[in-house]
């Protein structure tokens, strides 16, 4: 895993500052919807462009197949994965390495408000290119 340069800490760093926010005063345990609309909130609040829940397809050759709708997308380059599991493991990072994949976009966040102390993972396309 590389470390954060200094475009990654920029886009990222004001997401992660929001969610600490919204853990510290929601607490941890709700389901993920709640942690989402509450991160938009705070996103808002910091003056940080955001969309939440747009539509990509998804291809298979020329054809349509279906579509991916992430929790948001900040400042348009940005994948936000907000999550209220155990752990993030491999199986988030795969899922996040397509999401980056299906949007265009070089920069995932997982985030997780499981457990008081909050949780994040920095996924980049650019570390699993083939």
């Not at 199986?91 to 499981?114: A, P, S």
Request: glycine share 8%; aromatic share 8%; with cysteine.
């Amino acid at each position: 895993m590389s470390n954060l340069n200094s475009d990654d800490q920029v886009i990222t760093r004001p997401i992660i500052g929001c969610a600490m926010r919204v853990i510290n005063t929601l607490g941890h345990g709700l389901h993920e919807k709640p942690y989402e609309n509450a991160l938009c909130v705070e996103l808002k609040s910091q003056g940080i462009v955001y969309e939440q829940q747009p539509r990509f397809p998804i291809y298979y050759r020329t054809v349509q197949v279906g579509e991916y709708v992430p929790d948001l997308i900040v400042e348009r380059s940005v994948v936000v994965d907000t999550k209220t599991i155990e752990g993030i493991g491999d199986l988030e990072v795969g899922r996040m390495l397509n999401y980056l994949r299906i949007t265009g976009l070089e920069v995932g966040l997982v985030i997780n408000f499981k457990r008081p102390k909050l949780e994040w993972r920095h996924v980049w396309l650019r570390d699993h290119q083939r």
